[in-house]
């Protein structure tokens, strides 16, 4: 690790006028210790006048920067001024590479939110050996995506540990409840990743891939290896039974063991991948017979079936919808865009309630929830954000620099902060 001259700002916040960069930004001005240096940054100085008008003191007070995200110099020079750069300028694929760059050369410490795969993959190929030089952590994914997610794997296979239950094996994490948006960025990653997806065979290998965002790809299961691991056992009955049982077992919408509907999440094709990343970040800790997958949890009632299967179905036609331009055109009518977000009410109403469900190789049972009542696209991403890059400027952390997941970059340090603003990150041992 490089030694950084001395900076004059401890945080800079890139996209502060936009929907969420405005509710970090009072989060930041609600939470940031007395004496921290932190600086709003922009296309538009009158915009971020009006912000700083608008949310007062101590706010109006710090710097404001007009930046083009696309301007070399002009990202070099920021990340060269500061500590910590976060930025909810997406989509990243387009607004997010040259402040990458700029950080992994200057040794610049960078949280954003994004949820793209082929960003993800592409900064890592370009910069991760880059950040490890300079001793820059470069944090992807520090809101809704993939934080939950994220810790949650990463402090049940910490408790696990600890208490001597060995590896995780089959993990699932179970979204008990959700109310609220997913933002209009979030939206527009998936649309973009749909379009790219469709255009480019080597893109669409990438976005499939499960382990498409692992460090070292060659070190992970295979598709054949996914497929023994995955099959269930043959029932009595003979082969046609044999059959309906493998594909019984990959059918989206299933009932659980105790009787509970699943079917799948919406963003778990890309949280998945950020998971399975820091496993293999962390030298496969979580174990070499890890295996994880998201859902959502319907209930138990009589239309639990029902309500999976209607949202399988709403899921697959925006998929597909969005893969051709025609229909694309129209859906898009309907979907939030980038930068907006609900009113004030709606936010405030928001929650979630999120479990992790894992198995160890000892055969023991560990069930770890993170909830929090905040609207998960915004007040609650907020929340997340905003502690991030506290915790990456203000923390004693031990990762080394690199493309980093925030279970890697920050674990244990960023769940005592999210712990202190009423998230809930606890875990049970179910068996022994």
């Not at 910590?84 to 960078?110: I, R």
């Not at 008990?176 to 973009?192: E, F, V």
């Not at 997340?384 to 890697?408: H, R």
Request: proline fraction near 5%; aromatic fraction near 6%.
């Amino acid at each position: 690790m490089t030694e950084s001259p001395a900076r004059d700002l401890d945080i800079v916040l890139v996209g502060a006028t936009g929907f969420v960069g405005r509710l970090t930004a009072q989060h930041l001005r609600d939470h940031a210790p007395a004496g921290l240096r932190i600086g709003l940054a922009g296309r538009s100085r009158a915009k971020l006048d009006v912000l700083a008008a608008e949310l007062g003191a101590p706010l109006a007070d710090w710097p404001r920067i007009v930046i083009d995200v696309s301007d070399p110099a002009a990202c070099a020079d920021l990340a060269a001024r500061t500590r910590v750069l976060v930025t909810t300028v997406g989509p990243y694929a387009a607004y997010g590479s040259e402040l990458v760059k700029a950080c992994a050369v200057a040794g610049t410490h960078y949280a954003d939110l994004t949820g793209e795969v082929l960003f993800v993959r592409d900064t890592a190929d370009a910069f991760h050996d880059v950040a490890q030089r300079s001793g820059a952590r470069i944090v992807h994914s520090c809101g809704f995506d993939s934080i939950p997610s994220d810790l949650g794997v990463w402090e049940t296979a910490r408790i696990a540990a600890d208490e001597g239950a060995g590896e995780l094996t089959d993990t699932v994490l179970f979204v008990r409840r959700l109310k609220g948006g997913l933002s209009g960025g979030t939206i527009d990653s998936m649309r973009r990743q749909t379009i790219a997806a469709r255009e480019s065979v080597e893109d669409r290998r990438v976005i499939n891939d499960p382990y498409g965002l692992s460090p070292d790809r060659a070190a992970e299961p295979t598709k054949s290896d996914r497929a023994d691991t995955q099959t269930t056992p043959a029932p009595r009955g003979g082969r046609v039974r044999s059959v309906a049982g493998r594909v019984g077992s990959r059918l989206p919408v299933r009932r659980t063991e105790d009787g509970h509907w699943t079917g799948p999440f919406i963003m778990a094709s890309y949280n998945t991948r950020i998971v399975r990343r820091s496993n293999a970040l962390l030298g496969w800790a979580y174990g070499r017979a890890f295996r994880y997958h998201e859902v959502t949890d319907f209930g138990a009632r009589a239309k639990a079936p029902f309500a999976a299967t209607g949202m399988t179905a709403g899921l697959l036609g925006l998929v597909g919808g969005l893969s051709f331009a025609p229909t694309r055109k129209v859906i898009d009518r309907f979907l939030p865009d980038p930068g907006e977000g609900p009113d004030e009410e709606t936010r405030v109403n928001g929650r979630f309630t999120m479990e992790v469900v894992a198995m160890t190789t000892s055969g023991t049972k560990y069930a770890t929830t993170v909830a929090a009542q905040a609207d998960p696209g915004y007040n609650g991403t907020a929340i997340m954000l905003g502690q991030s890059a506290l915790c990456l400027a203000e923390d004693d952390l031990t990762s080394e620099g690199g493309v980093l997941t925030p279970a890697v970059a920050m674990g244990s340090a960023l769940i005592e902060r999210l712990r202190a603003q009423d998230f809930t990150i606890e875990t049970h041992r179910l068996t022994h």
